[in-house]
């Protein structure tokens, strides 16, 4: 009997054409050709070796990474050149040519002889001259955004967070950087293990563009949901994705949803029933803002739990499908895509829980993308 390993090489290796074929006439209007992303990924789902970051339908140029990467994103100047953070606890930032796969710039903290991890997220400012990321201190794991010369990944200056654990950090539209303070203290010594979890702190901060001073906090009402990732609709509402700390979190009779929408009040939970509420389980792994039919829609995936979950921008509650190991969620024209670390690539409607189409890959997608 074949594994499902073997399932997914021979499906992988089938022409476009044959996967499409068998698809609903909708989707197969609305995919014409498996769409690019730029992402990473590992050799093999279940004992990866290798890693690798580059255009997910163009393999043979893949840029080899020293270790697991986490987010990348295109360098803002066009050149066809890409930026990819390691995972945390990270010690690389990358800039490489994506066509040739050559490296073109690299920050290493060991090289650089800093105090400080890599943290795994980053973004670039508005006018592409700086790259900013999440660090923490090695000696007290206070958190950190670095910035940095967004050609030669030079690092320039370091700004507090306000906290500790900062992960996502995105430059809103109006200039603020926002940062995910996750809230877990976590040390090298100890390498990821958790160890404040009694005392957390999670917030999302708003930082000043131009000197880093946090301009505002917001917390989510349980202290046990750790912020981690956040998106931004085009109406310019915000919204984050948690994970759930308390030592209760499998009891869906506490509403601790995985989403919550930035208000003035601080970051009020989405609508979820108990059923919503095990069906997504207490980790959430991105979370990305796509135009519905009527607004704005954000999409959450519960990665645990292989859940894919939509909101609607007020916080009312869509509907969920079944997603195995999915991960990354990124907007498209036609809606979003998502991607599972056993190797499946997911089109997924606009405001439904439904699969327009689906792709699967002999390698295994990790946990971040954009569109290639």
């Known amino acids: 009997m074949a594994t499902d390993l073997q399932r997914r090489r021979l499906l992988a290796a089938l022409p476009a054409g044959f996967i499409l074929a068998h698809l609903p006439a909708p989707a197969r209007a609305a995919f014409a050709a498996e769409p690019a992303l730029l992402t990473c990924w590992a050799d093999s789902p279940s004992r990866p070796r290798h890693f690798f970051a580059g255009r997910s339908t163009d393999i043979s140029h893949a840029f080899e990474l020293p270790a697991r990467g986490h987010e990348l994103a295109w360098h803002p100047s066009g050149d066809g050149s890409a930026v990819v953070a390691a995972r945390r606890p990270g010690r690389f930032l990358l800039r490489w040519d994506v066509a040739s796969g050559q490296q073109l710039a690299a920050f290493d903290v060991y090289d650089a002889d800093e105090d400080i991890r890599l943290e795994g997220h980053l973004s670039f400012s508005r006018d592409g001259r700086l790259l900013f990321a999440t660090e923490s201190e090695l000696i007290n794991g206070h958190g950190r955004v670095g910035v940095y010369d967004a050609l030669t990944l030079q690092r320039l200056a370091a700004w507090p967070t306000g906290g500790l654990g900062p992960h996502a950090l995105m430059q809103l539209t109006d200039g603020r950087i926002a940062v995910a303070n996750g809230g877990i203290l976590t040390l090298p010594e100890t390498g990821r293990l958790k160890r404040n979890l009694d005392s957390m702190d999670p917030t999302l901060a708003l930082l000043d563009p131009e000197d880093g001073r946090v301009l505002a906090q917001y917390r989510v009402p349980d202290p046990w949901m750790s912020v981690r990732h956040i998106a931004q609709a085009a109406d310019g509402r915000i919204a984050v994705s948690l994970q759930n700390e308390a030592g209760d979190a499998a009891d869906t009779t506490r509403a601790r949803p995985l989403f919550a929408l930035l208000t003035d009040e601080g970051l009020r939970y989405g609508t979820a029933t108990p059923e919503v509420l095990a069906a997504c ?92």
């Open 281 to 372: 389980g207490g980790y959430a792994g991105d979370i990305v803002a796509i135009d519905g039919p009527t607004g704005p829609v954000f999409a959450v995936s519960c990665s645990v739990a292989g859940t894919l979950a939509l909101w609607e921008a007020d916080g009312s509650f869509i509907g969920h499908l079944p997603t195995p190991g999915v991960c990354a969620l990124t907007a498209t024209r036609g809606g979003l895509l998502a991607t599972g670390d056993g190797g499946d690539l997911w089109a997924v409607a606009p405001g439904e829980a439904r699969a327009q189409a689906h792709w699967p890959h002999a390698f295994a997608f990790d946990n971040h993308a954009r569109p290639g």
